[in-house]
């Protein structure tokens, strides 16, 4: 009898147990900030796991998925310099062109006798120029941040042509090359610098001072200034980081092709808007994630490369990662 007491009433516990699991899921999953923050997460795994049942001797190999990596590494350091000025309530619509910009400036160093390093700080140097003008007449002259990075847009490609006549310009270093074809064991230098900056963007935004009033500008920026938080400096360091990243990205894109190369590739522009939006940070500002975009690069370049492993045209794969942006945003959007 004592036995068959015993049994029920671990049953019971156990069936509480069970109970109190399923509680707990139900709430977590009724969070919108749950669905922001791991929806991304769960798609990138999604689109592994299903790809690689599809082709997995093609598209699970370490060749492609290093190719995956490797793809993903530029448009996520762009990407982080775009979840800074989203998470104001803001955007730049600048972040190819000036890309572009800082790769012809790198061009024009390393021709000129500078080492493949030297012009690196040149072209990133070009990239924050850019970005603080962007800053400053946003926050100075209060002009919307789509006009004026729309501008910049223009003007940073202008410049770009005229100042390498309309011409790549090819760059040959084999220290520069390594960067694009090197990596510590199996993984590539270029992804291992992205993490890094993600890293140490992620320490900035939540674990300094100037952090948390980047997130307060964005949230409610009357009730910020308020609060002694200088707004107009807060957006010239926000757009200063979009360009200085851009800029820093023109050495590594440079390192991929051997060029620089004068025509904007506005897919990273495209790119950089759908992985803050698959990341989960709010087009509204105030609250901003690193990691989900970072995750989202990962997971659009994985689509991509999945679609060209099973053979879908490339007309059909705009089509598919428009999709995934659109249906992922209205699921936030409806939690």
């Known amino acids: 009898m004592n036995i068959s ?4 009433a671990s049953s019971a516990q156990a069936e509480e147990a069970d109970s109190s699991w399923l509680s707990k899921l139900r709430l977590v999953t009724k969070d919108p900030f749950f669905w922001s923050n791991w929806i991304v997460v769960v798609a990138f795994v999604l689109v592994v796991v299903v790809f690689g049942a599809i082709k997995p001797h093609n598209f699970l190999t370490m060749y492609n998925l290093n190719n995956i990596l490797v793809a993903s590494a530029i448009p996520a350091i762009i990407v982080v310099g775009q979840t800074f000025a989203v998470t104001t309530a803001g955007i730049d619509l600048s972040v190819s062109s000036i890309m572009t910009f800082g790769a012809v400036c790198y061009g024009i160093a390393f021709t000129n006798g500078w080492s493949w390093w030297s012009s690196g700080i040149v072209g990133t140097l070009a990239g924050a120029v850019c970005g603080v003008i962007n800053g400053f007449i946003i ?3 209060k002009i919307s941040d789509f006009i004026v990075t729309l501008g910049m847009l223009s003007v940073a490609s202008g410049f770009a042509l005229v100042f390498s006549n309309g011409q790549p310009r090819q760059i040959v270093s084999n220290q520069l090359s390594t960067l694009a074809i090197g990596g510590f064991g199996k993984i590539p230098y270029l992804m291992v610098i992205a993490f890094v900056i993600t890293v140490g963007a992620h320490f900035f935004l939540f674990n300094t001072r100037f952090g948390t009033h980047i997130l307060a500008t964005g949230g ?6 308020s609060m002694g938080v200088n707004i107009d400096l807060v957006k010239i360091v926000v757009y200063s ?3 200085t990243l851009a800029g820093f990205a023109a050495m590594l894109t440079i390192s991929r092709i051997g060029a620089a190369e004068p025509a904007a590739n506005t897919s990273i522009l495209l790119n950089s808007v759908a992985a803050v939006v698959l990341g989960g940070v709010s087009l509204f500002g105030g609250r901003g994630t690193i990691f989900g975009p970072f995750v989202a690069t990962l997971l659009l370049q994985a ?3 999945g679609l060209t492993v099973v ?3 490339a007309y059909y794969q705009y089509v598919s990662i428009g999709l995934v942006v659109i249906l992922s945003a209205a699921m936030v ?3």
């Open 5 to 8: 007491s015993k049994s029920s």
């Open 333 to 335: 959007r409806t939690k």
């Open 139 to 141: 926050a100075k002259r």
């Open 220 to 225: 409610d920026p009357d009730a910020a200034r």
């Open 311 to 313: 053979g879908v045209a």
């Open 303 to 305: 689509l991509t490369n």
């Open 241 to 243: 980081i979009s360009g």
